[in-house]
C-alpha cells in the first residue's frame, strides 16, 4: 500500500484516536497552547501596532525589534526556558516561545497597514472635523484591515505548525504522535502525525479567510459608487459610513491596501 497508504489506515484505527495518548486528546492539547499563544500574541501586537501606526512615531523601531524574533530558532528559544525555572510550568514555556515566533509577522502587517493608508483621505477626514478616534475607526482600521488579516492569517498557520515543538520537551499536542513514531520506527505513524498538523493549518488557513470575508469593514460596491453626472447633492455615500452624506464632489477615495509584507 505504501507510507501514505499504511498511515490512511493509522488514522482510520479507532484505537489510535482513543485515550490519554490518542490523536483526539493531542489534537485537543496542540488547538489549546496554539489558541493561547495567539491570542497572547494579538493582544500584544496589534494595539502597539494600531497606536504606533496612527500617532506614526516608533513604529519602525518596534517592528525591527520584534524582527529579531525571527532570527532566533523557537526551538532554541525552547531549549534556553527548559534551562530556567520555567521548565516545570507545564505550556508556559512553549506559549511563550510561540508568542515570541507570532508577535513579527501580526506587528509587522498592521503597522504597515496603517501607515501606507493614503495619507489623502486621512487629511480630508481630518477637514471634515473627525476627532482622532472617529479617524482611527472609521478610516484607518478599515483601510488597514487587509493587511492586519494577513498577517494573522501567517501568524496563525506559522503558531499551528510551530507547535509540535512542544513534544521535545515532553509536553502534548500533535507533535508526541511524531515523536512517538520516531521512537518506535513507526514510519507511517509519523506520517500520519504530519498530515494532521498540515491539515489543522490548513482548516485554520481556511477559517481565517472565511472570517475575512464575513467582517470586512470596508464598503460594499453599494456604499461606494463614483458621483453620476445630474445626480441630487447627497446621492454618493462616503466611506466612512451611511450616516455621513457629502456632497458628490466630496467623497473620499476608497482605498486597499493588498500588499503582504
Known sequence: MGVLGDAWTWLMTGSNWSGESGALNRLGEHVYVSGIALVLACAIALPTAFYLGHIGKGGALAVNISNVGRAIPVFAVLALFMLSPLRNAGYVPTIVALVLFAVPPLLTNAYVGMREVDRAVLEAARGMGMSGRQLFVRVELPLAYPMVMTGLRSAS?????????????????????????????DTPQV?????????????????????????????????????????RDGAASDVLGTDDVLPADDVLPRDRVTKTV
Do not use: C
Open 157 to 185: 498557520v506559522q503558531v499551528v505548525a510551530t507547535a509540535t515543538i512542544a513534544a521535545m520537551v515532553g509536553q502534548g499536542g500533535l507533535g508526541r504522535i511524531i515523536t512517538a513514531g520516531f521512537n518506535t520506527y
Open 191 to 231: 506520517v500520519a502525525g504530519a498530515l494532521l498538523v498540515a491539515l489543522l493549518a490548513l482548516l485554520v488557513e481556511g477559517v481565517l479567510v472565511a472570517l475575512d470575508r464575513v467582517l470586512d469593514p470596508s464598503p460594499s460596491a453599494t456604499t461606494v459608487r463614483a458621483p453620476v453626472p445630474g445626480a
